[in-house]
């Protein structure tokens, strides 16, 4: 886990620049700009209308204990989930000895209800921008979720269908929010999953929107237009890394208890418990928002080189692949490289790694001093342009070129 601070600033070309957080918070607004410039809106549901559309969404009806041994039934009742002054609300109950038929008929009983909704069979897509716009419930025992599946769950299953978690939290760790990636290698059944957080103390009283950025080649996920978490796709086309080619339908729901959201138990003192959600919007990347090269070099000189190479990662510039990005020698050079593709006006922390350690974090990083340094862990930082671009080499573990 960690905590993002505002970071970015749109460039013309890229530089590097190490500390210095104050810079970087006061040049955040014309990222946030750019971002929205680079996508055209293709889908969205405002929730302006009286009743829940139902040419957009389906509300699911689960019996509890279904998945992540939660303790929730969920219901396709108006009590659970409605509309109320332009928002979706998605409310849990304490309802103790409530019975019904799951939709397979069987009859289950519960002493808690909510509410799952999701676009499977109506709409998905593949790459976009997400944004949701939400308040979350506060209480130990809450586990709000935004996320999505991908539409061919149904014949191969779940991980090889892919997930993405724009957004979840519980209650019980109030303020951190986290995203996720969860594939046939990478997943939580084996504590593998690709996460990121960052800490918003004000979830559970405000409104806050909520960003996955999703291309062929990268998924990001932000919180009010700051990124804090990053996947670069380097899966050579496995799909057991990345089945993130195909389509994917939105997920909403609150559940209570389970593997996560029950760790600390439940505190039946804050039912009923509501998920507020003020708008979904799905964009699609302009031809103004495509890509670009950057290339990132690292020197050698003074250092013995692994014998597995060189790597980058760390920070929010993650891979599909656990050990990191592969670096590549220049022949005839000391000098290390590896090309990216990343969406312009964004930035990045990352370190180069002397090794490939997928099972270790602790293994082979370059130790930074804090003169070029950014953030708890002491990462490099960058910020993108506009324009494909070659850094300039920096010698291992230190703040400048080799001498």
């Known amino acids: 886990m960690f905590i993002i601070k505002n970071i970015v600033h749109l460039f013309a070309l890229i530089l590097l620049i190490f500390g210095c957080e104050e810079n970087i918070e006061a040049e955040n607004k014309s990222i946030e700009q750019n ?12 929730f302006e209308q009286d009743d829940i559309d139902n040419q957009k969404w389906n509300k699911l009806r689960w019996r509890p204990g279904w998945v992540n041994n939660e303790q929730q039934a969920y219901t396709d009742r108006d009590t659970n989930i409605f509309i109320r002054d332009g928002k979706l609300i998605v409310r849990a109950l304490i309802e103790p000895g409530y019975v019904d038929n799951d ?14 909704l999701n676009t499977a069979g109506k709409y998905s897509w593949k790459y976009g921008k997400f944004e949701i716009k939400s308040k979350l419930p506060k209480g130990r025992g809450s586990w709000p979720a935004i996320w999505m599946l991908g539409s061919n769950i149904g014949t191969i299953g779940w991980p090889d269908c892919g997930e993405i978690d724009i ?7 109030e303020g951190n929010i986290h995203g996720s990636i969860h594939t046939a290698d990478y997943n939580h059944m084996n504590g593998t999953q690709r996460s990121g957080g960052i800490e918003v103390q004000t979830v559970t009283d405000s409104f806050h929107i909520y960003t996955l950025e999703w291309d062929s080649t990268y998924i990001r996920f932000m919180v009010d237009n700051t990124p804090y978490f990053f996947v670069y796709n380097d ?15 939105l997920i909403i729901n609150l559940a209570i208890g389970g593997d996560w959201g029950g760790v600390q138990g439940i ?7 509501e998920m507020e959600i003020d708008y979904v919007r799905v964009y699609k990347k302009t031809d103004s928002g495509k890509s670009i090269k950057v290339k990132f070099q690292v020197d050698m000189k003074n250092e013995m080189v692994s014998g597995t190479g060189l790597w980058v990662s760390g920070g929010n510039l993650s891979s599909s692949n656990s050990g990191g990005v592969q670096m590549f020698l220049i022949p005839g050079t ?5 090309e990216l593709i990343l969406p312009k006006s ?3 922390t990352f370190k180069f790694r002397n090794g490939y350690f997928p099972d270790s974090w602790s293994s082979g990083w370059e130790q930074l001093s804090n003169e070029c340094s950014y953030g708890q862990y002491n990462n490099r930082y960058v910020n993108i342009g506009e324009q494909d671009t070659v850094l300039a080499p ?3 573990g230190e703040c400048v070129t080799c001498e």
């Open 167 to 173: 957004m979840e939290h519980v209650g019980y760790d």
């Open 394 to 396: 920096v010698c291992f």
């Open 35 to 46: 971002i929205t410039e680079n996508w055209n809106l293709i889908w969205s549901d405002e």
């Open 267 to 273: 505190d039946q003192t804050q039912f009923p418990m």
């Open 235 to 249: 899966s050579n086309g496995d799909q057991d890394k990345w089945p993130f080619n195909r389509n994917h339908y």
């Open 103 to 116: 939709y397979t008929g069987s009859e289950y009983n519960t002493d808690f209800t909510s509410g799952r």
């Open 334 to 338: 000391t000098i290390w490289e590896t």
């Open 346 to 348: 964004s930035s990045f």
